[in-house]
């Protein structure tokens, strides 16, 4: 990430007083020289009859410089006055000639200052405001998204199942006048079936009595006289049957729609989107040095932290049953849970002193944190699957991650989601998980569709809702707002930068190891580099892990079993 000049003339290890020689941190700033100043130098500065009305601020709330540009006519001199009739920047020399003789000036700077402060104050807004507030407001039409896909889906199966319903009301009703026709086709078939007996009775009649003429027939005269006469029956009379006659129902396609119900958009006012007030977002108030110092003297205000001028080691102890301090995680009741890249996992008191320990799968990660409630959260890769401990020390599985491997895990202090960094073969990403450990949101590409990630192997969250994630493929800080929007990308101050253990404290600071310079390098909020808050100078060899608690102590694991304490803020 690119520096201000001024950090850059400060060097890789803090931002250093520009009075003479001197080296310590400049955490204050000369608005009227544009030099920053420690503590003592700054009292010194202001002690100068030609300071005395000079304006010195802490170095976060200094006016910007005006960039250098020279003067279109006079190439040899820099634009430093504005011409309010004009509405031009000028040289020393314009500001001398004849053109502008009686007219009105400003100080191109004060312009320039009071400018800066605008932008910034609206690239805050966009930052801190609209687009966390649309990348919400996307979210939101997501969820609808989905809900919308849901219920189309139930209206679906409803037009299913009711148009099921009517099918087999159809086939029911079929199949009872289908019923119908046998029985009718059975009653014809039997009449006919009585009308052929008839009339094979009659045949059968008419054969006995044509027998019965033959032999009267081959008789004398005689006897033909005398014999009775023959008469014959009737043909029997039968009836042809009456077929049943079909008559269609009498409906259409509106008849059949009408019995399937009806789907119609209500006639009800959309509910609009519910945008959240812009609270006050703005840069940071530009406070003198009378100000702060009148600010201190009121007893009812609680002192505001700051960082120190110096870093102070606290203690030290060793981590038993471990081989070296990869990750730290101190939770609440002061314990500590440390781990190293074999897959120990243990917890101690402040002391040094062994309460529990775990196996796990896990390595050269941040794959544990601990919760609010005094619990810890653990990942395991093996198993790709996240563990919870409860302060009563009970251990129960808690989600399964599928295809992906979990690496590193942090537990929110703002609302407790569990922001869990995780790969596979071929992609990485960030999924946020709620206290149920339900699947929420998941971080994966910029907006460009480019991938974010590569080994997300540390990560934590800051107070304003940043994501913070140590690359270390990347070789890079990567941080995305709430809304997994990125913000900004940290490579560090050198050539190679190879991020490990990474926190943030209570200020917004960020605090990431670099294994390769072995330092912690401090942030701001916005990426912008601090200092080399520490190094071999403070006694540190390997640092890997990193840790803020409550107490604002940091902790600082190495590649030994050591962890040391420090002190940093004030």
């Known amino acids: 990430m690119a520096t201000t000049s001024d950090e850059q003339a400060a060097g890789q290890h803090y931002l250093v007083c520009g009075i003479q020689d001197c080296q310590k941190n400049g955490q204050f700033y000369c608005n009227d020289c544009h030099q920053p100043m420690c503590e003592q130098c700054k009292e010194e500065h202001r002690k100068s009859p030609n300071n005395k009305n000079h304006n010195i601020v802490l170095y976060r709330q200094r006016k910007h410089r005006l960039p250098t540009e020279k003067c279109k006519l006079h190439p040899t001199k820099n634009v430093d006055i504005f011409c309010r009739e004009c509405n031009t920047p ?25 400018k800066y402060a605008l932008w910034q104050g609206e690239f805050s807004k966009i930052q801190k405001y609209f687009l966390p507030t649309s990348e919400d407001l996307k979210i939101d039409i997501k969820e609808d998204v989905k809900e919308i896909k849901k219920i ?57 009595m044509s027998e019965k003429f033959q032999e009267y027939l081959s008789t004398t005269n005689q006897k ?9 029956k009737t043909i029997p009379e039968t009836s042809k049957p009456v077929p049943p006659v079909f008559t269609p129902g009498q409906f259409n396609r509106d008849d059949v729609a009408k019995l399937l119900g009806r789907l119609n958009i209500p006639n009800t006012e959309p509910e609009k989107r ?7 977002v703005s840069t940071p108030m530009k406070f003198t040095e009378k100000q702060m110092e009148q600010g201190k003297e009121k007893s009812d205000m609680k002192p505001t932290l700051s960082l120190s001028s110096s870093v102070t080691k606290v203690r030290e102890y060793s981590v038993p049953d471990v081989n070296n301090a990869f990750h730290v995680s101190a939770d609440k009741s002061g314990r500590l849970w440390v781990s190293d890249i074999k897959g120990n996992l243990v917890q101690t008191d402040l002391q040094g002193n062994l309460l529990q320990k775990i196996k796990t799968s896990g390595g050269g990660e941040g794959y544990h944190t601990a919760t609010q409630d005094g619990g810890l959260i653990y990942t395991d890769k093996d198993e790709k699957k996240i563990y919870r401990i409860t302060p009563d020390r009970i251990i129960t599985e808690f989600i399964k991650t599928g295809d992906w491997t979990p690496l590193s ?38 907006n460009q569709g480019q991938g974010l990630y590569s080994l997300p192997h540390y990560i934590t969250e800051n107070i304003n809702g940043d994501i913070c994630t140590s690359d270390w493929n990347k070789r890079a800080v990567v941080v995305v ?11 560090g101050q050198g050539s190679v930068f190879c991020p490990y253990g990474i926190c943030t404290d209570v200020l917004g600071h960020i605090l990431v190891c670099d294994t390769d310079s072995k330092t912690v390098h401090l942030l701001d909020q916005d990426g912008g580099f601090l200092s080399v808050i520490l190094s071999s100078q403070q006694g540190i060899e390997h640092p890997h892990a990193v840790c803020v608690d409550d107490e604002n102590n940091l902790y600082v694991g190495q590649l030994n079993n050591k962890v040391t304490v420090y002190k940093y803020l004030e």
């Open 409 to 446: 895990v942090h537990s929110s202090r703002i609302n407790g989601d569990l922001l869990v960094g995780m790969i596979t073969d071929e992609e990485a990403k960030v999924t946020r998980y709620n206290k149920a450990g339900k699947e929420i949101q998941n971080i994966q590409r910029d």
């Open 481 to 491: 707002n709430k809304s997994g929007q990125h913000r900004f990308s940290y490579t």
């Open 224 to 232: 033909l006289l005398s014999s009775k006469i023959l008469k014959l």
């Open 90 to 114: 000028l040289c020393l020399k314009c500001f001398l000639g004849k053109e502008h003789k009686g007219h009105e000036f400003d100080d191109l700077e004060d312009i320039y200052a009071e």
């Open 274 to 280: 519910k945008i959240h007030p812009m609270e006050a």
């Open 152 to 208: 189309i889906e139930t209206i679906r199966t409803s037009m299913k199942d009711e148009a099921e319903s009517l099918k087999n009301l159809v086939d029911e009703v079929t199949s009872e006048k289908i019923e119908h026709t046998h029985t009718m086709e059975k009653s014809l078939l039997q009449m006919l079936k009585s009308q052929e007996t008839t009339y094979n009775d009659y045949i059968k009649y008419l054969g006995k």
